[in-house]
């Protein structure tokens, strides 16, 4: 499935509403119960300095780019396995290529 172009606008609505009371996403911002996603596009999963993630994050071999986040945000627990976070997930595709395109912005 290839990825439906992201509205930036609705992408920050969302990651508003849905995000942040996990995630920060301003440069230096702190880590809450998840990371700071500042820069995650083109960034080694499980790498933010300061944040104890699982084995399976810190293991997965995974550079966020596009494609893997918006799989990743369709059901986080199932594209890595034991991973601590606990949202279920986009299941709409346009959502999710909108939450993309605000975390690239951001990146």
């Known amino acids: 499935m290839s990825i439906p172009a992201g509205d930036v606008a ?12 996990c995630h920060t996403i301003n440069e230096g911002g702190p880590n809450k119960q998840g990371p700071n996603l500042f820069g995650i596009v083109g960034r ?6 300061g944040f104890n993630y699982t ?3 810190k293991n997965s071999g995974i550079t966020w ?3 893997s986040l918006f799989d990743y ?4 627990k ?3 396995p034991k991973t601590k976070m ?3 997930g986009f299941k709409k595709p346009d959502d999710r290529a909108a939450v993309v395109a605000f975390l690239k912005k951001n990146s």
């Not at 080694?44 to 300095?49: E, K, L, N, S």
């Open 10 to 21: 609705l992408g920050e609505k969302l990651f508003q509403s849905r995000c942040t009371q």
């Open 44 to 49: 080694p999963a499980g790498q933010v300095p």
């Open 55 to 57: 084995p399976a994050n």
């Open 65 to 67: 780019d596009e494609k």
């Open 73 to 76: 945000l369709q059901n986080p």
């Open 78 to 80: 199932k594209y890595i």
């Open 86 to 88: 606990a949202f279920p």
